[in-house]
């Protein structure tokens, strides 16, 4: 086991992580922009390094700073949270060359699965369903629109590097193909210097599933059940839930196999999430692995009862997996609500600055995840994300009261937030209902799906 | 207000996580670089996929001579010639031999230059490259002999020679032995110029000294990278000397193309590609010009073609297009700003244009620009007097009049087109030569006349269009062509109608009469058997129908240069000279 590791990452989850270590008696060395000094993670962690100006690109993304920071503090390992360098196959290879241990899966399939098209290909060769969509990429509207025509209408036209619904259109029919196509490869070239696009058929109404994958070194791989995170605005998640509501034990268990199914195919190692869309008549398609730790991973920790994060670093150290399949067990219903420093009333506009005054809930079920505290000032260059409530009943309905008490409870002033769009969709009547495609925010709130 | 507040991990709980002592990390040697310009440290893997360039600041590192092939040459073709060279201290200079024998093993290499052979996008070529890992790539006897037996071996095989030089100049260890090698090399370059043979100089960073004043400026084409360091005397020695502080970008790549020294900068990434293209369009295969060059003389077989003064006057007046135009109205329509450009005639016509740049004497100039592209398949020269199109473009393009060192460039892409033998288009569109102090100073006149001089008897056909003004002398000076065209609205004229009037009346204001009775139109000119084709614009050539004119052009061009590529090169020569001499 380490006895160091350094975290690569800021906020939220570099609190999570250290707070983890600190549980395994592993001790923790922070990293720092100039912008961060009195973040929570630079303040708790055992040492702090700061590594350079607040711009990320100086500073979470720096490679050579944060590798030289590792060097220095002697760490033995990098855990890099999620965003910044989770998913860049260099820095895990760069790790690799310098003897730290990299917590997450090996360089080669970041790099495999961060391609979206070979990862695509890689899981139609498994036998994993995928959405039906052109199996090379392509290039040129015209040619393009070819391939749609045989796909069939309405298509979905999205950037091979694209993510966060950049890059991304949706053609309805032959009349609007070429127009969409051209911003989406437009956006693309613009954001990600790659014209490379691929065609999917576009699902309509569809749920958004994610199955949490655990694997170790010994080839152990397990499921932890899945994740419903429909409940988007442009493409990004506002909040998740586990169990999905949509999902019967059987479906869990044919979903789960197939991603296990998929992660064995890549012969996948340490925590990873195989995301599939969900259709009206419960098929389910393949969509995309992310090979890092995710944003909502807390509710399946509730329901699960492991430690996902402790879990990771035992992989990454050698150690084999604590539970096998038969051991794992969906208890109860978790919610987890993401409050941002973002002003609903201004298209979500982020908005930074400093919190005057934080109270947060608490009581049996209630877990808060942040580094905020009062008198923290939210710098201007990072995510605005703030503060995960999550919340752990017994059932759906007890889950959402729980979530309506705690959010009622949590008081955040000083910055907006969107703490009071999180509690108007908790009391929804088509929440309760439980009619959360991914097409809830636009169809329900749609003042705010804009 | 937290800081410092929190308890920090209480290790000596949980030993059940504690294991065997674990490897510190470390970075391993080599991992990273250092950039030299911007200090950032770079990852080796990056730089390396990155061909040598910093990924952060974009600086070009020094290229290994190995490496340098293995980005240049298609994988697996390069064949190396004369690798093992005996050493040689020709002064018995104390502890040469110790200084050589630490290159040698510090670069793995023989000495300082590396030679051979190898395909370039699919052409092949002999190449050197020299290394500056190798006692700054200093040109003793070793280096000069690799050299020389590379290019003699180049030209009898009849292979495209390549050097990318790169030189602190003479072995200083090697005295008056090292200096002779300038003459060797240039020498062996010069007998491969003299068969016939491509050489493509490419300077990277530093060429100085002894390598400057040899091979490395007698390429027909000469390339640099950007930002590289070329000079003769090194700027520290010049700055010693002459006491001054040097300006900006003094000795660079970019202060060398500005003075007329280099053709291109061309960025490392796009090295490859650039030299197969020019590989490509200098290939073999398109033999037929050469045997042209080699045809007898037959005077006779040619004159019918010739269009004289006398033999263009019956052309009726109804064959003529009427534009229903004055000749004020031509004139003022030759001038506007909207009319295309020879670089859009250029644009449209050919494809993959080359620009080469600078006469090699002083500068380059932006009111001509020249270089070899592609017609058809098959290469040629293009020129053009070039206007701009916004007032900053015009100013760096002088509005079209041509300094001296715009005719020498034009001359000197004439000679390389007639050594290669492509055929030579020109466009024609100046108000005429540049008028001023430095002008005069450089010798505008000699320029012109040198121009009329060479065209006269070149060995490839030359066709000139006028697609606009062309302005007396400074239009001629690209006009002594086998044919010579207008488009429709263009004016061709000894002087400006406003010149004409000023000097003739006393007058400019009757510039308009002037433009009457100068007989400056298209189609005053073909009556008159000054020019043989007239091009219609059906309406006055604009952006909007630039397509349409050019495409016509291309039609006529393609008609050109079968009737006059069957020529050799006396009936060519004579030919033109038939053409002036009957009028």
Request: aromatic share 8%; with cysteine.
């Amino acid at each position: 086991m380490f006895t160091k590791i350094l975290v690569a990452n800021r906020g939220e989850i570099a609190v999570r992580i250290i707070r983890a270590c600190r549980e395994m008696g592993i001790k923790t060395v922070a990293v720092y922009s100039e912008a961060d000094r009195e973040s929570l993670h630079t303040l708790l962690a055992d040492e702090a390094i700061c590594i350079g100006p607040a711009a990320s690109t100086e500073s979470y993304l720096n490679m050579e700073r944060i590798i030289s920071a590792t060097v220095a503090a002697k760490a033995e390992a990098i855990h890099p949270g999620f965003g910044f360098l989770s998913e860049n196959a260099r820095f895990a290879e760069l790790c690799q060359k310098c003897n730290i241990t990299f917590i997450g899966p090996s360089p080669e399939l970041i790099h495999k699965m961060g391609n979206k098209s070979e990862a695509r290909k890689t899981m139609m060769e498994a036998g994993i369903p995928v959405v039906p969509g052109s199996k090379e990429p392509v290039y040129k509207a015209e040619e393009a629109k070819a391939m749609a025509e045989k796909i069939g209408y309405p298509v979905m036209i999205k950037a091979s590097s694209g993510g966060g619904g950049k890059g991304m259109r949706i053609s309805w029919g032959p009349e609007d193909f070429e127009a969409n196509f051209q911003n989406a490869q437009m956006e693309s070239v613009k954001g990600f210097s790659d014209d490379t696009m691929y065609l999917e058929r576009y699902i309509e109404k569809p749920r958004h599933i994610e199955f949490q994958i655990m694997a170790d070194k010994f080839g152990h791989v397990v499921h932890l059940g899945e994740r419903d995170c429909s409940i988007q605005r442009r493409h990004q998640k506002v909040l998740e839930e586990s169990p999905s509501i949509a999902i019967s034990k059987e479906l869990r268990k044919k979903m789960g196999d197939t991603a296990v199914k998929a992660a064995r195919a890549v012969g996948y190692e340490n925590a990873g999430t195989i995301e599939f869309l969900l259709d009206k008549n419960k098929n389910f398609y393949f969509m995309e692995m992310n090979t890092r730790i995710q944003v909502e991973h807390p509710v399946t920790e509730m329901v699960t009862g492991l430690d996902l994060i402790i879990e990771q670093i035992r992989v990454a150290a050698g150690e084999p997996l604590s539970v096998t399949q038969d051991q794992v067990k969906i208890r109860g219903h978790a919610i987890e609500c993401r409050i941002n420093a973002e002003n609903p009333a201004k298209h979500f506009m982020p908005c930074p600055g400093l919190i005057t005054n934080v109270h947060t809930p608490g009581g049996n079920g209630v877990r808060v995840d942040s580094h905020i505290y009062s008198d923290y000032r939210v710098p201007p260059n990072y995510d605005s994300m703030l503060l995960k409530l999550i919340v752990h009943g017994k059932d759906r309905k007890s889950a959402i009261a729980k979530m309506r008490s705690a959010l009622g409870e949590l008081v955040i002033e000083g910055i907006e937030t969107n703490l009071d769009f999180q509690y108007e969709i908790m009391n929804h009547e088509a929440f309760l209902e439980g009619d959360t495609d991914t097409h809830f925010i636009p169809t329900y709130f749609p003042e705010y799906g804009k | 207000m937290l800081r410092d507040m929190f308890k920090k991990t209480y290790t000596l709980i949980d030993t059940k996580y504690r294991s065997q002592a674990r490897q510190e990390p470390n970075v391993p040697e080599g991992l990273w670089r250092k950039c030299r310009k911007c200090g950032e440290p770079i990852y080796g893997e990056d730089v390396k996929n990155n061909y040598y360039i910093c990924p952060k600041c974009k600086a070009y590192f020094r290229v290994h001579a190995m490496r340098r092939i293995e980005i240049t040459a298609d994988k697996g073709t390069f064949r190396e010639w004369n690798r093992e060279m005996e050493f040689s201290n020709p002064l018995d200079f104390p502890g040469y031999e110790e200084k050589v024998q630490a290159a040698r093993e510090k670069t793995r290499l023989n000495e300082a230059v590396v030679t051979g052979q190898c395909l370039i996008q699919g052409e092949k070529a002999a190449v050197a490259v020299c290394d500056a890992r190798f006692l700054m790539s200093s040109m003793g006897h070793v280096v000069g002999e690799k050299i020389t037996l590379m290019v003699e071996r180049a030209t009898r095989e009849g292979l495209p020679v390549i050097i990318f030089a790169c030189s602190g100049g003479a072995r200083m260890q090697e005295g008056c032995v090292s200096l002779m090698q300038m003459a060797k090399t240039s020498g062996a370059i010069k007998r491969h110029h003299q068969a016939g043979n491509l050489f493509v100089s490419v300077l990277t960073d530093p060429t100085t000294g002894g390598v400057t004043a040899s091979f490395a400026m007698l390429g027909d084409i000469i390339l640099a990278e950007p930002g590289a360091l070329i000079g003769f005397a090194g700027p520290r020695v010049i700055q010693q000397t002459i006491g001054q502080k040097l300006p900006e970008g003094f000795q660079k790549a970019e202060f060398l193309v500005e003075h007329g020294f280099v053709d291109r900068i061309v960025p490392r990434e796009e090295m490859k590609e650039t030299l197969g293209r020019i590989l490509k369009m200098h290939a073999r295969s398109g033999q037929e010009a050469e045997a042209g060059l080699k045809g007898e003389v037959n005077v006779e077989t040619i004159l019918p073609g010739v269009e004289t003064a006398a033999g263009a006057v019956d052309k009726s007046e109804d064959e003529l297009p009427q534009g229903g135009k004055t000749a004020w109205d031509h004139v003022q329509l030759s001038r506007k700003s909207d009319r295309p450009v020879a670089g859009d005639y250029i644009e449209e016509i050919f494809d993959e244009f080359m620009e080469l740049r600078g006469d090699r004497y002083f500068g380059d100039d932006g009111a001509i620009i020249g270089g070899i592209a592609m017609f058809h398949g098959r290469p040629v020269t293009v020129i053009g007097q070039q206007k701009g199109k916004t007032t900053k473009e015009n100013i760096s393009r002088n509005f079209g009049m041509p300094s001296p060192e715009g005719y020498r460039k034009a001359l000197r892409l004439m000679k390389q087109a007639e050594k290669f033998g492509r055929p030579v288009i020109c466009f024609v569109d100046t108000p005429g030569a540049f008028c001023g102090i430095e002008a005069e100073e450089r010798g505008q006149g000699e320029a012109i006349a040198r121009n009329l001089f060479e065209m006269s008897d070149l060995k490839v056909p030359i066709l000139s269009i006028v697609i606009g003004e062309g302005g007396s002398g400074g239009a001629l000076a690209l006009a002594v062509a086998n044919e010579v065209w207008m488009l429709e609205n263009a004016v061709y004229s000894v002087l400006s109608p406003e010149g004409f009037a000023s000097i003739l009346w006393k007058d400019s204001k009757r510039a308009d009469e002037a433009a009457e009775v100068m007989k400056v139109t298209a189609r005053d000119l073909l009556r008159l058997g000054i020019i043989e084709d007239l091009i219609p614009e059906k309406t006055p050539a604009s952006g909007d129908n630039l397509g349409e004119i050019a495409m016509e052009m291309d039609k006529r061009i393609g008609n050109f240069l079968g009737k006059y590529g069957k020529m050799s090169s006396g009936e060519l020569q004579a030919h033109r000279y038939e053409r002036f001499r009957r009028i």
